[in-house]
């Protein structure tokens, strides 16, 4: 039989209508009485959980097998690894507005297993997600006892599909970067600060906004601080032979505010030091300029207002009902009671912030939402009866069941185009020859097995389409700095052997930016077939 620590009494300050909330203790195992009595042997919480997650990880992730790719930030990082795989170099013949983590796992994993399948990255995405909901876990046990654990890492996977499939089942950025904000208030959560300013590190080295997970580690390295002890009565008989000084009420609080900079301290250098290595590793410049400097134009919010903002309005609907198991209880004691929380409503705040940065409103931004909504969810389950646990999982499960079978049935209209062009690009070009693809969707490179005639692997680098603006904000004007001229050295050095014109009516046309089109009047000549609407051009001088 299982014995567990038995609920406190309740408290006479909380409602009469909820009881208070139950005492945990931290990291206490269950443990397994013998019939005839005796030393308890552990019960293995862990290895009981682990297979759990592990089913649960597999089958919401099972969408994520049904498409070659998801989305084309999977397309992008592909075409990335083989041009690293080739020799390029990153931020300098190898580029894109994101921090080197993703791109060098990428390369790694097609240096492994090939690169003709995202599957083996896929198979990561769900350790990922598995590695996050173990981490939540911990996190959950640690602080409110066994039940809490199991319940976080449920509740994590559930709902971690709740969003357009595009957005949830793609290998990307947010997937690989939640192991680690998890991990980041984990450490710090146990006072480890070194390991806790690495996790933010790796955090803002998948994906820049992973750094949002420093204000509630921040928050808990003031909050850990030595609080001041009562002052002790000086001994009449025995003065201290140091003097009134070494018992006066400065000394325990320098003791508290030595250990906060030393904490601080340690995370200081545990969360400079990766990116610094990384920009070494790179190109120094190139790195700040590309995940720092140089995307002014893409996080401003004038141009394509309604088009954003409905994009936002329709992501927090998908999330808000994937979540509509754990809100409930949130809003319930937020009305009732205080959880001691507070780290995690600012984990909250500072992850919403971050999905509002730029104005852009992404599906897939929004995953970062979900652990320290997950947690906060937790914390208020063990305040409420035990009855709002099955609702809550209960709910959940069904949103999830709702969504797993989106991904299973969803289309790909776009991914369909992508592979008629590819077959198109394969069937007019040799595999030796160059080819620009003038559109938002980099893997087509991929897919037709062909290099790029330049580093920027979509127009949207060049003319600011990236962000999804559909307005004035889109040209040549408004692309990422300097790099128009290198787009034409690149050209005119090694000039494509076909371009296609892929932007289907959008306001990056080639016949809207003066410099692609007085080049393709030059060298290039249309041919009459489009294909799906993408216009091709076939060089007509011997450059």
């Known amino acids: 039989m299982l014995v567990e620590p038995p609920p406190s009494a309740p408290s006479a300050a909380a409602p009469p209508s909820v009881p208070a909330p139950r005492t945990a203790v931290p990291r206490t195992e269950p443990v397994a009485v013998a019939p005839g009595g005796g030393a308890p042997a552990p019960a293995g919480y862990w290895r009981r959980l682990l297979p759990v997650l592990a089913v649960l990880a ?52 097609f240096a492994v297993f090939g690169d003709e399948s995202l599957r083996p990255l896929k198979v990561l995405a769900v350790l990922s997600q598995l590695l996050t909901a173990l981490v939540l876990a ?24 709740g969003l357009n499939p595009e957005d949830a089942q793609a290998a990307t950025f947010e997937i690989f970067m939640l192991p680690f904000t998890a991990a980041a208030v984990m450490y710090a959560g146990k006072g480890r600060w070194g390991a ?32 001041r002890p009562p002052p002790r009565r000086p001994s009449p008989r025995r003065p201290s032979p140091r003097g009134p000084s070494a018992r006066g009420p400065s000394g325990p609080c320098e003791r508290g505010t030595c250990a906060r900079r030393a904490g601080l301290l340690r995370l200081g250098l545990a969360f400079a030091l990766p990116p610094a290595a990384a920009a ?10 590309w995940t720092v400097t140089g995307s002014g134009a893409y996080a401003a919010f004038t141009g394509s207002e309604l088009h954003v903002l409905s994009r936002g309005l329709a992501n927090t609907a998908l999330l808000g009902a994937a979540c509509a198991g754990l809100v409930p209880p949130v809003v319930r004691v937020l009305r009732i009671a205080r959880t001691g929380a507070a780290d995690l409503w600012l984990w909250l705040a500072s992850s919403a912030a971050a999905v509002l940065l730029g104005l852009h409103f992404f599906g897939h931004y929004y995953l970062q ?67 620009l693809l003038w559109g938002m969707h980099p893997e087509t490179y991929w897919l037709a097995d062909r290099d790029p005639a330049s580093r920027y692997l979509t127009a949207g680098l060049l003319t600011n389409y990236s962000g999804g603006r559909d307005g004035p904000q889109v040209g040549e004007r408004y692309g990422m700095a300097g790099t128009w001229p290198v787009l034409v050295r690149e050209l005119h050095g090694s000039p494509p052997a076909l371009i296609v014109d892929d932007s289907r009516g959008k306001p990056y046309a080639a016949e809207r930016l003066p410099t692609l089109r007085r080049l393709l009047a030059r060298y290039y000549r249309q041919l009459p077939d489009p294909v799906d609407g993408a216009v091709l051009y076939v060089r007509t001088t011997g450059r």
């Open 280 to 289: 070494l590793l790179t190109d120094p410049s190139g790195f700040v300029f």
């Open 196 to 227: 806790a300013g690495l996790a933010v590190a790796g955090a803002v080295l998948v994906k820049q906004t992973g750094g949002a997970v420093l204000v509630p580690v921040l928050w808990l390295l003031w909050r850990s601080s030595p609080r």
């Open 138 to 161: 911990a996190t959950a046990r640690e602080r409110w006892g066994d039940r809490a654990g199991r319940t976080a890492g449920v509740l994590y996977l559930l709902v971690s599909i």
């Open 58 to 109: 597999v089958v919401t992730r099972l969408p994520s097998f049904r498409h070659t790719l998801w989305n084309p930030d999977e397309g992008f990082l592909a075409v990335q690894a083989r041009m690293l795989a080739d020799g390029g170099e990153l931020y300098e013949t190898v580029v894109d507005r994101k921090p080197p983590l993703l791109p060098w796992l990428y390369a790694a994993t």
């Open 369 to 435: 939402l979900l652990p320290p909504l997950v947690l906060l969810a937790t914390a208020a389950l063990q305040v409420l009866p035990r009855t709002r646990l099955a609702t809550a999982l209960l709910g959940s499960a069904g949103a999830c069941a709702l969504f797993l079978t989106w991904g299973l049935l969803a289309p790909r209209p776009e991914l369909a185009h992508a592979l008629r062009l590819a077959a198109e690009v394969r069937h007019r070009t040799a595999p030796q020859e160059r080819v």
